[in-house]
Nanobody, 119 residues
Framework: QVQLVESGGGLVQPGGSLRLSCAAS????????MAWYRQAPGKERESVAA???????SYADSVKGRFTISTDNAKNMVFLQMNSLKPEDTAVYYC?????????????WGQGTQVTVSS
């Protein structure tokens, strides 16, 4: 039911910054936990950052201190501010929305946006 569309990816030099956006529609945005995942070439998908409905954030050790996840509930949007980017941050980044209802899991994904960090 929930549709997610990522944007903001592109090519950036090491040390640069980029902000990814995820626009949500088709569901009640405020009831979902939101997260950003990424998948680099030859690597498994990994969780990068997450924010719960209560506003608690968590980050992968590899990005902690550099990335910030935030939401704008009025606009049904989720953001990932990425600073001090490194080549190893290169990946396709995916927006995810998830919730539990009576023990049943619901999860939705965007199509992904490419982030390339290179000189």
């Amino acid at each position: 039911q929930v549709q997610l569309v990522e944007s903001g990816g592109g090519l950036v030099q090491p040390g640069g910054s980029l902000r990814l956006s995820c626009a949500a529609s088709g569901g009640r945005f405020s009831i979902y936990d939101m997260a950003w995942y990424r998948q680099a070439p030859g690597k498994e998908r990994e969780s990068v950052a997450a924010i719960t409905r209560g506003g608690t954030t968590s980050y992968a050790d590899s990005v902690k201190g550099r990335f910030t996840i935030s939401t704008d509930n009025a606009k049904n949007m989720v953001f990932l501010q990425m600073n001090s980017l490194k080549p190893e941050d290169t990946a396709v980044y995916y927006c995810n929305a998830a919730r539990l209802f009576i023990g049943r899991s619901y999860s939705y994904w965007g199509q992904g946006t490419q982030v390339t960090v290179s000189s």
